[in-house]
């Protein structure tokens, strides 16, 4: 008998999507219930739901794997691939439409911020309660308590309604309380973006323990670096169908070469995860490749950060920064390399800054571009670690051996400010 804790064999599922019928007005509140009258009065039925058409939408088609007992793997595509709604099937919150799904053992999941939580109960009472929805005797949650509560960094707010914690405490709670209870599965969405830095390698350290431990992970993230650094295997999802499996480095490689878009060189970056003031008053809106993609190595790189402000700042600085997608920091370019470039700006002013590169010293391959603003010397105005992923690729200088340059390089880049329309 094979040695499965996920068993996955032709899972399918439907959306039913309701769309206004075309040349019909926008159809108001008042104008449904004046439908519904007339069809009471009139002994027929009402004409409203004519105006609107029925369009079947597969969230997922023919999804068929297997997954080993103890085994961590990744499942990655891009947005609307059907990811969520696949863990969704699997944490039994979504019924399938067809397929079967086989799961030996409990299952603990994090797919969206207070996932299983109550809001009325305190940060205490919710890790009994989600310990008792895995089916744990109160003997058991006691004993793994302090640690849920050490991880957590809540002990202040133990006995505090949930319902006022912030997104952070929130997620610490819930991810703590689900990777310590100690489920056969566990299965972890994107929503681990909610923390910090800090607290996202914390998270990741915790499942690799729980993988070791011989527990099964199945982890849905954008961050392939994440990916790679926790899972072995992986699966790859498009358009709600798999399109390949196999160990996670080599599937992540292949996913990034066919997904480079080297051609899209305006990113909107308006719903990026983003840190710092997080864009309260100054917000970065896109960014610019005046050069083109992919980036050569060795050859010049010019880039422009538009960005708005929503209130008056003082002295403010940005920078770009490239890093591994393990996330490991390894080129920096900031202006405060160049005095005198800390410029007030007004509210309600759409600004952008560029940045020339003479000569990108990276090796070939795939990297992770951060931007970022601040005022004065420590204030984050707005951060984005992760804006992009940026594909570089050999130049005419590329000698035939290359080294990466070492972490926390910063150079000096030819920067100009610009206050006019974005």
């Known amino acids: 008998m094979s040695d499965y804790a996920i068993k996955v064999e032709g899972l399918g599922k439907k959306y039913l999507i309701k769309h206004q019928a075309s040349g019909r007005r ?37 999804v068929s794997f297997e997954v080993k007992s103890g085994e961590a793997v990744g499942i990655i595509g891009r947005n609307g691939a059907g990811k969520s709604t696949l863990l969704k099937v699997l944490s039994r919150i979504t019924e399938p439409t067809k397929g079967r799904v086989r799961l030996r053992g409990r299952v603990a999941s994090l797919l969206e911020v ?12 919710n890790i009994y309660l989600n310990g008792a929805i895995l089916g744990m005797h109160r003997t058991e949650i006691r004993s793994k308590f302090d640690e849920i509560v050490a991880f957590a960094e809540v002990e202040r707010f133990l006995d505090t309604p949930v319902k006022r ?16 209870l100690e489920p056969e599965i566990l299965v972890v969405d994107e ?13 990741l350290g915790k499942m690799q323990d729980v993988s070791k431990g011989g527990r099964t992970v199945l982890f849905v993230s954008h961050n392939m670096g994440a990916v790679t650094t926790l899972c072995r295997s992986g699966i790859w999802l498009q358009q709600g169908r798999v399109v390949k499996t196999g160990p996670a480095r080599q599937l992540v490689d292949e ?6 878009d ?53 002295e403010v600085s940005t920078g770009i920064g490239f890093s591994t997608l393990e996330g490991t920091r390894l080129l920096s370019y900031d202006t405060d390399f160049q005095a005198g470039h800390r410029p007030d700006i007004a509210a309600g002013s759409a600004c952008y800054v560029d940045v020339n590169l003479a000569e990108l010293p990276l090796a070939p391959g795939f990297y992770n571009l951060s931007v970022g603003c601040r005022s004065g010397d420590a204030f984050g105005l707005d951060y984005l670690p992760e804006a992009m992923q940026v594909e570089v690729i050999m130049g005419p200088k590329t000698p035939g051996y290359i080294a990466v340059p070492g972490a926390g390089v910063r150079l000096k880049g030819d920067w100009n400010w610009n206050f006019g329309p974005s």
């Open 191 to 203: 929503v681990l973006a909610v923390g910090d830095a800090s607290f996202q390698k914390k998270c």
């Open 114 to 125: 207070g996932t299983g939580f109550h809001p009325e109960l305190t940060g205490r009472e």
């Open 26 to 62: 926008y159809v108001a509140l008042r104008d449904v219930l004046a439908e519904k009258a007339k069809a009471l009065f009139s002994n027929r039925k009402s004409e409203t739901a004519n105006h609107k058409s029925v369009e079947e939408f597969w969230a997922l088609q023919d």
């Open 255 to 260: 996913y990034l070469t066919v997904n480079a």
């Open 262 to 314: 080297t051609r899209q060189t305006v990113v909107d970056l308006s719903t990026i995860r983003r840190h710092g003031d997080q864009g309260r008053r100054l917000q970065i809106k896109k960014i610019e490749w005046l050069s083109g993609l992919p980036l050569q190595h060795g050859e010049k790189c010019s880039l422009r950060v538009h960005f708005h402000t929503r209130a008056e700042v003082h």
């Open 165 to 180: 914690y912030s997104s952070g405490m929130y997620m610490r709670l819930a991810f703590a309380v689900a990777a310590h």
